[in-house]
């Protein structure tokens, strides 16, 4: 599941990208398959970490202070794609994006089992 979980998180962040190439460029219809794309990659991850959050429950506070990171992570990116499409000022977004999406990945890979680092 974790490598379900991990494509599916890559994969939303290249589409959050997308999204504001897309309506940069003014290509509405574009930006607008694309957010509706990168919506259903949410409902990926939820379902992806829901079931590793299942499988990590004797890990305790540490998972369950990822995972408030991951939605954190969610929420961010939603805020970008949709505060971009309506033109209005997303560089606090961002910066939460950034800072969520590094929290993210240091807490999963670093100190949760399919991590790189060693127990």
């Given amino acids: 599941m974790a490598h379900l979980h991990i494509t599916?998180?890559?994969?939303?962040?290249?589409?959050?990208?997308?999204?504001?190439?897309f309506s940069r460029k003014g290509s509405e219809k574009a930006a607008k398959?694309?957010?509706?794309?990168?919506r259903l990659f949410y409902l990926l991850i939820l379902y992806s970490g829901g079931s590793l959050f299942a499988s990590y429950a004797e890990y305790g506070p540490?998972?369950?202070?990822?995972?408030?990171v991951g939605l954190w992570t969610i929420a961010s990116m939603e805020m970008v794609a949709?505060?971009?499409k309506k033109k209005k000022p997303t560089g606090i977004w961002w910066a939460q994006l950034?800072?969520?999406?590094?929290?993210?990945?240091?807490?999963?890979?670093g100190f949760l089992p399919a991590g790189i680092l060693p127990a």
Avoid: D, E
Avoid at 8 to 21: H, K, Q
Avoid at 62 to 68: A, D, H, M, Q, R
């Fill in 8 to 21: 599916s998180w890559v994969i939303a962040f290249v589409l959050v990208g997308l999204v504001t190439m």
């Fill in 98 to 109: 950034a800072i969520a999406g590094i929290i993210a990945i240091i807490l999963g890979f």
């Fill in 62 to 68: 540490l998972i369950i202070i990822k995972l408030l």
């Fill in 33 to 38: 398959i694309s957010h509706m794309i990168l």
């Fill in 82 to 84: 949709v505060k971009y």
